[in-house]
């Protein structure tokens, strides 16, 4: 049984920082490309930022670009997003999502695996 189990997020003011993690089990995760989507209230579901298997390829949205990083360590199943100078436009519930097929797919929206979400909010 495949699980991806998301966590950090909370509520913070803008200019702040938040940490997610991504944990995942019952995968071969080290083959899996990672990414973080994200859905804010009223909008569709969008992509923020992907990483392939072995970290060589990350992209981002333009909207995240030089504020939030993506990263993974394999040894410990586990996926992050560092956030830094969030903004309220930022608050929406984000998703851990997995691509057995790599980091094109996921820019195409397209996942295999969900987590359940983690909400940010980020006040004014």
């Known amino acids: 049984q495949v699980q991806l189990v998301e966590s950090g997020g909370g509520l913070v003011q803008a200019g702040g920082s938040l940490r997610l993690s991504c944990a995942a089990s019952g995968l071969p995760f080290s083959t899996y490309a990672m990414g973080w989507f994200r859905q804010a209230p009223r909008k569709e579901r969008e992509f923020v930022a992907v990483?392939?298997?072995?970290?060589?390829?990350?992209h981002y949205a333009d909207s995240v670009k030089g504020r939030f990083t993506i990263s993974r360590d394999n040894a410990k199943n586990t996926m992050y997003l560092q956030m830094n100078n969030l903004k309220p436009e930022d608050t929406a519930v984000y998703y851990c999502v997995a691509n057995s097929e790599g980091v094109g797919e996921l820019l195409r929206m397209s996942s295999d695996y969900w987590g359940q979400g983690t909400q940010v909010t980020v006040s004014s």
């Open positions: 990483i392939s298997w072995s970290g060589s390829r990350i």
